[in-house]
């Protein structure tokens, strides 16, 4: 990935039409990845998305001493040569997803240094939870000047009570304990399709995890795991936002390789515009009506509520829509950063809070913005492809975080956009 400042310049008006495949899930690839190291046999994970996220990840296996190829079946990795616990200090502080290997590190090797993670552009992201149910779990975690040093020594399996449903903080804990003699039970965990599929892998492992989707895991610890062959479930967040482009410009699209249950909550609201949407096994259908109605309320919440991965992307939608929505961002505390742009771009969104009123407008203008988180920068291209005249969107290097490119997928689909270094 080149570090030049780049930018997608998005010539508005053209509706986005035709079919697309959705490639293997950023938020099930990361945890999966970092739990591949609790095997010391190959792992292969198929339909393994470009992103720059996976590329971090990829990275802080092979400072681990991790053995990592792009194969032609997939990203194989091995990790029998695992002998660092220490994470690098520079990659914590960068990588968020860093936090993922905190519990297979631990899982595997019983001990583990990291760096406190840095928070984001979206909020503090603090770990409290991750530290708490490890610790519940026997693991002896101090603190010194920000860096945490962890003693697995003495882990125990034992009961772990989350006080609120952290997608991350579930996955630390199913990924420390799976090798643990005993059975650990994870109380109040988070039921996203993401916690499924890393059920799904360690089980292919030869893990014995069941409950991931309710509120309870439990996990009986196996003395040893063996290398697998795996294919991540499709990215129900890039799906949406295909689903989303095709609604901002009153198109008609096929997205093939999702599953019609992951996007339940989207679909709806997408429906509750005027969206016209069927599913059948593992595509979904939608046809956009020439100007959409603005949903109601839509609020964030733990799944199976309506995604925070998804809500900047359905507010560039209600911007360009008839009538007004109330949009309540309940999972993170900063993630309305593309409100301003999208102000810019002609849109009457109005912020108190975790609340957004967002105006419908008859048309929004092209003009020069910036992406400010991965999610709001998707929502910016989408609000450019339905303006008039042209948008240039900046920072887009937050947007292939979790999008492969994006310019290249939307231009297949109709999109008129292209991909541009700045000065
Ligand atoms: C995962 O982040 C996803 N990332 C996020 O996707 C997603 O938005 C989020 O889950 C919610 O679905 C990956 O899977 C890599 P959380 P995670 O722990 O695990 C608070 C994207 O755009 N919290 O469920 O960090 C936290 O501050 C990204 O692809 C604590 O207070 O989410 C937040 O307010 C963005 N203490 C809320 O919980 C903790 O110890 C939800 O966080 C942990 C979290």
Not at 59 to 80: D, Y
Not at 141 to 146: C, T
Not at 231 to 249: H, Y
């Amino acid at each position: 990935m080149n570090n030049a400042m780049e930018g997608f310049m998005v010539h508005g008006g053209e509706c986005i039409q035709g079919t697309a495949r959705v490639e293997g899930a950023k938020n099930a690839v990361l945890p999966i990845l970092a739990a591949s190291i609790l095997t010391e046999e190959e792992v292969v994970i198929r339909d393994c998305p470009a992103l720059r996220d996976v590329q971090a990840m990829i990275s802080m296996l092979k400072m681990l001493g991790c053995q990592c190829e792009m194969r032609e079946g997939g990203l194989s990795i091995r990790s029998s040569a695992l002998h660092n616990w220490e994470m690098p200090d520079e990659i914590s502080k960068e990588i968020r997803s860093s936090i993922f290997l905190l519990g297979p590190i631990l899982g595997r090797l019983r001990k583990a240094t990291v760096t406190y993670p840095g928070g984001c552009e979206i909020g503090l992201r603090p770990i409290d939870l991750h530290l708490k149910g490890l610790r519940a779990l026997g693991v002896n975690i101090r603190d010194r000047q920000g860096i945490l040093l962890c003693d697995g020594g003495n882990m125990h399996a034992g009961d772990v009570y989350l006080d609120y449903p952290s997608v991350g903080a579930t996955e630390n804990v199913m990924m420390a304990a799976a090798l643990l003699p005993g059975t650990t039970c994870i109380h109040n965990a988070a039921r996203e399709p993401e916690i499924e599929d890393l059920e799904c892998f360690i089980n292919a492992m030869g893990g014995r995890v069941r409950g991931a989707g309710t509120q309870l895991i439990v996990i009986e610890g196996v003395k040893k795991l063996h290398g697998t062959c795996f294919t991540p479930m499709p990215d129900r967040i890039v799906a949406g936002t295909l689903l989303c482009a095709a609604a901002i410009t009153g198109g008609e699209v096929t997205l093939e390789n999702v599953r019609p249950r992951d996007l339940i909550a989207v679909e709806a609201k997408l429906a509750e515009m005027g969206c016209r949407l069927y599913d059948e096994k593992d595509r979904v259908h939608l046809k956009a009506r020439e100007t959409l109605q603005a949903f109601s309320s839509l609020q964030t919440q733990p799944h199976p509520g309506f995604p925070t991965d998804m809500q900047a992307q359905m507010m560039a939608v209600c911007a360009a829509a008839r009538g007004t929505g109330v949009i309540v961002e309940n999972v993170f505390e900063n993630r309305f950063g593309h409100v301003s742009d999208l102000n810019r771009m002609g849109a009457c969104i109005r912020v108190n809070g975790r609340v957004a009123v967002v105006q419908g407008v008859e048309k929004l203008r092209g003009c020069r913005v910036c992406a400010r988180d991965l999610r709001g920068g998707a929502a910016l291209v989408l609000a450019g492809l339905a303006a008039e005249g042209e948008t240039l969107v900046e920072n887009i290097r937050l947007i292939d975080r979790g999008y492969a490119s994006l310019e290249k997928t939307l231009c297949r689909m109709g999109a008129r956009m292209e991909r541009i270094t700045l000065s």
